[in-house]
Structures are given as structure tokens and as C-alpha cells.
């Protein structure tokens, strides 16, 4: 198991040094991933400013550049939410004990992270309130109240909060003890239109990673044993890190009328009678964050998407203080911001190679650099982040040529990625072959499963693996199951995974 640095360490002092020769990482103070992929995760959520330790273990604080990110994640996703026809709301944070009883499984399988207020000014409350870990039982109670007739529905609410789960391990965005995401809730008419919307749902957010985010995922239902507590059926996007492990980036849930009947949410059908609505959930949190940087990231720090950076360009004045120069470099700002694009001029008296590795650092997708002779030629230099790679951009058609340069780059992320997913995608017909897998070559692993809970546990055990999820495009590896040799049901993705 990978363990990052305990939350509270004492932030490194920045090596400001430059090492631009022979390939070699420009900035010191990031540990290389091929050393310790740990501490290199660390090091760029430090260095990059986008989270500070809090002095509560396990509690981030969101740094302005960190935050700019969610709230581009925020505002992008919930255009698509709203699109698709769904309202925002809010809902109480505290959530008393006898309404979170309602639903056994649910409970259940939330009791271990559950945080408990149980005094409220000097006074000892009579009925203890859950800070909440997610909505459901909150949404319930308010569907109780306003659905009655079929009229009613569908009733489509989202919801962007924090919540709190009391994890016993924490690491920066990928599993704190409160974090934020936005919950989805939804109430249909008919089982067929809540299991449609799970579906969908679940191809919102693997569009929005993929497109996006540049982070290809694996569309799927999560088995038996890896639902989510009191739904029917759980379905999953999984998107592979640098390192080989799965990160599980979003969910969606369809409940059934289980959560309805536990609530005695009730509403008169078509036909005049008595039925329970069905209900749905979905979700994603910042452990986003934490994929983009591991999925992307290399050992020079971020490497940011252009869709979801909050600065696409940093214009660098070369030679700033001769005449012209700092005012050209205004002009570029300026016309480009009229394009659209985000863009800012780093006029820091730090030196041009201080200013190049730092915004690599924060993994700007495109620096331009101006200096006198680039005005004498009328035009600027362009380097785009994700591969290094430099061009001419001529400033007669500056807007169309930078527009262009961060639709290459948002491309070229994804290929990236992509193909570095199938690299590390490997088929396994028998346990042998999937412990070597598991052993020498991480990543995905393909395997056949009969669809017994006790297989699955046996490839935990001995392989160290997890199912990731039943993907919806399956292969036919083989025709038995890789543990127990019976029939098998479904092929899989099994992984190790944060």
C-alpha cells in the first residue's frame, strides 16, 4: 500500500533551481515518481499551492489555485447537470439518528465513518445528529413532504455540499475526512426511468473526464460486494494513475423503491393507486483533483488540461525592462482575454527560467514569451507545457493560433493517457498468471469471474486486487472463471486501487 505523507508535515522551503540542461527536472524540489510516487503526489500538492494542512488531521485547506480548479470542475459540470434537467438545492448538514435508522443497509455500511454531534451549546442533545456523510435519508424526508401525485415527478435535485466521513488514513483530495462534491437525488414514476437516468448520469461524467478532464475512464457496474450501501445496483468510471492504480471517479446508484418504502414516500399513479417512487443517486468529489495530477502530472509537476485550467497562457516578458516590451506583452493579455482565453503576465522581478519552472510547477498549458527581437519579427514564442515542445506564433493571427496550440494540447492529453491505460491493461486466463500481473506489472488487469462473492474475496487475498467494475463493453477471455474454474458470468477489471 501506497501511504502518503502525514497531513502536518512542515512545508519544504522551495529549491528555486534550475536545471535546464540534459533533460534533467527543472525544479528540485518535486521528488521524481519513479523514486517514491508517494512523495511526489506530496510534493506537487504543495508546491503547486493548492492545499494547505489544516491543524485538524485529515482536513485539507483548498489554496485559491486549488479551489480555482473545483470551481472549474463545478461550473462546467453543473452546466451539463442543468442541461439534462436537474435543479439545485440544499440540504441540512446534521441529520438526527432516528431518521438515518430508517434504512438498515444504508446505516450499516456508513456506521464506521460516521462523525456524531452530541452537544449543542452547554446542553447534551437527547437524540444524536450525524454530520452528514451523504444526502439520502435527508432527500427522503423531504420527498416524503412534497411528492403525492405522479404530476410530481420525476423530481431531478443536485446538490453541491461537503460532507464528512471519519477515515481512519487520509491523503490529499483522494480520501479526507470532509470533502467536497455534488450529490445527485432524483425520484421517477417507473423503475425503467430511474435506471435510464442512473445510466445517463453515469455517461455524463465519463464524457465530462474524458472530454474535459483529458482522463480516459472504464464504464461499468460494480459487483455485489462493492455497491454502494442500500442501492440495487451500483456503476462506476475508473481511470487509471501514472502508477498503475485504479482511482474510482464517479458513481452512480439506482435504489429502487427500497429507500421510498423505508420512508413511506407515496404518490397516487395513473391508475388511481398507491405506489413508491424510484430513486437514484450519483456523484463526484474533489478526488478529481487528484486524478488530473496523477494521471497527467510528470516530475517537473502539474500538467493541467486547458479545459480545466484556471490560466491557460502566462505571457513571460523577456528582457521586460527595455522599451516596448512590457507594454507588448499587456497587448497579447489583452487580446487574447478578449478571445476568451485565460491568461495573465507574470511581471515578477524573479528571473525568465525562475518564472518558466514555476508556471510549469502549476502546470499552465501554454507559456508565450516576448521579448525585443520577438517584437522586431512580429511574432512570440509559444511552449506548450505538455510536451516542451516551442513554435513561432505570428501575432497577426495571435488568437486563432493559441486557440488552436491549447486544442492540440487538450487532445494530446487525452492520447496520452489513453495509450498509456492500454499499455498497462493486461489479460489474465489463470490465478497464476494474474498474481505475476498483479506481482510485476501494474495496472489493469482483465480476468473472467463467475460471479461468486467467494471467488472475488480469493483473488483479494491471494492476487492483493479488487474488482473495479463489470465493464458494459465486454470481451470473452475465456470461458471459465480464473479462480474456481466454473462457467464464468462476466468478464472484469480488477485492480489495485486507492
Not at 528540485?28 to 508546491?47: G, P
Not at 465519463?206 to 457496474?221: H, R, S, W
Not at 501554454?366 to 516542451?388: A, F, S, T
Amino acid at each position: 500500500m501506497v501511504i502518503l505523507r502525514c497531513w502536518g508535515f512542515m512545508e519544504i522551503e522551495r529549491q528555486e533551481s534550475i536545471l535546464a540542461k540534459n533533460g534533467k527536472k527543472k525544479v528540485e524540489a518535486i521528488t521524481s515518481m519513479e523514486v517514491d510516487f508517494a512523495k511526489w503526489y506530496t510534493d506537487i500538492v504543495k508546491k503547486a499551492e493548492l492545499i494547505d494542512y489544516s491543524s485538524m488531521r485529515g482536513c485539507m485547506i483548498l489554496r485559491p489555485y486549488g479551489y480555482a480548479i473545483w470551481e472549474n470542475i463545478q461550473k462546467i459540470l453543473d452546466a451539463k447537470l442543468k442541461a439534462t434537467g436537474h435543479e439545485n438545492v440544499y440540504m441540512p448538514m446534521f441529520i438526527p439518528e432516528s431518521l438515518l435508522q430508517k434504512e438498515k443497509d444504508h446505516v450499516e455500511g456508513f456506521a464506521p465513518e460516521v462523525a456524531w454531534v452530541t452537544q449543542g451549546g452547554g446542553e447534551k442533545l437527547e437524540e444524536r445528529l450525524c454530520v452528514r456523510p451523504t444526502s439520502e435519508t435527508l432527500f427522503c424526508e423531504h420527498y416524503a413532504h412534497i411528492i403525492h401525485s405522479y404530476r410530481d415527478l420525476p423530481k431531478l435535485y443536485n446538490q453541491w455540499c461537503s460532507v464528512v466521513r471519519w477515515e481512519k488514513t487520509t491523503r490529499p483530495f483522494l480520501r479526507s475526512l470532509e470533502f467536497l462534491w455534488q450529490e445527485g437525488h432524483t425520484m421517477h414514476e417507473t423503475a425503467e426511468e430511474a435506471r435510464n437516468e442512473t445510466t445517463k448520469m453515469l455517461n455524463v461524467y465519463a464524457d465530462f473526464c474524458e472530454k474535459i478532464l483529458a482522463m480516459p475512464v472504464i464504464k461499468g457496474q460494480k459487483t455485489e460486494k462493492e455497491k454502494f450501501s442500500g442501492a440495487e445496483e451500483t456503476y462506476s468510471i475508473e481511470s487509471l494513475m501514472h502508477d498503475g492504480k485504479a482511482l474510482q471517479s464517479g458513481t452512480s446508484h439506482y435504489f429502487g423503491d427500497g429507500f421510498a418504502k423505508a420512508f413511506d414516500i407515496q404518490f397516487t399513479g395513473r391508475d388511481n393507486t398507491l405506489q413508491h417512487p424510484f430513486q437514484t443517486s450519483w456523484g463526484v468529489t474533489t478526488r478529481l483533483i487528484g486524478a488530473i495530477i496523477m494521471v497527467h502530472g510528470d516530475d517537473n509537476g502539474l500538467v493541467l488540461p486547458p479545459k480545466i485550467a484556471p490560466l491557460q497562457v502566462i505571457v513571460v516578458p523577456i528582457a521586460s525592462k527595455k522599451p516596448g516590451v512590457l507594454e507588448k506583452a499587456h497587448e497579447l493579455r489583452d487580446r487574447l482575454q478578449k478571445a476568451g482565453i485565460s491568461v495573465q503576465v507574470d511581471e515578477t522581478d524573479n528571473t525568465p527560467g525562475w518564472k518558466f519552472a514555476e508556471h510549469e510547477m502549476k502546470g499552465v498549458p501554454l507559456r508565450l514569451e516576448i521579448g525585443p527581437r520577438d517584437i522586431e519579427n512580429n511574432h512570440c514564442i509559444g511552449v506548450r507545457r505538455d510536451d516542451g515542445q516551442k513554435s513561432e506564433i505570428a501575432l497577426d493571427h495571435l488568437e486563432d493560433n493559441v486557440s488552436t496550440l491549447l486544442d492540440e494540447i487538450q487532445v494530446a492529453l487525452y492520447q496520452r493517457a489513453l495509450k498509456r491505460r492500454d499499455t498497462m491493461t493486461y489479460v489474465s486466463t489463470d490465478m497464476e498468471s494474474m498474481v505475476r500481473n498483479a506481482n510485476e506489472k501494474p495496472g489493469f488487469i482483465k480476468a473472467m469471474w463467475c460471479g461468486d462473492r467467494a471467488c472475488e474475496d480469493k483473488i483479494r487475498e491471494v492476487a492483493g486486487l479488487t474488482s473495479r467494475n463489470i465493464p458494459f463493453e465486454q470481451e470473452h477471455l475465456a470461458d471459465t472463471c480464473i479462480c474456481c474454474g466454473r462457467p464464468a458470468k462476466h468478464m472484469v477489471y480488477w485492480g489495485k486501487a486507492y
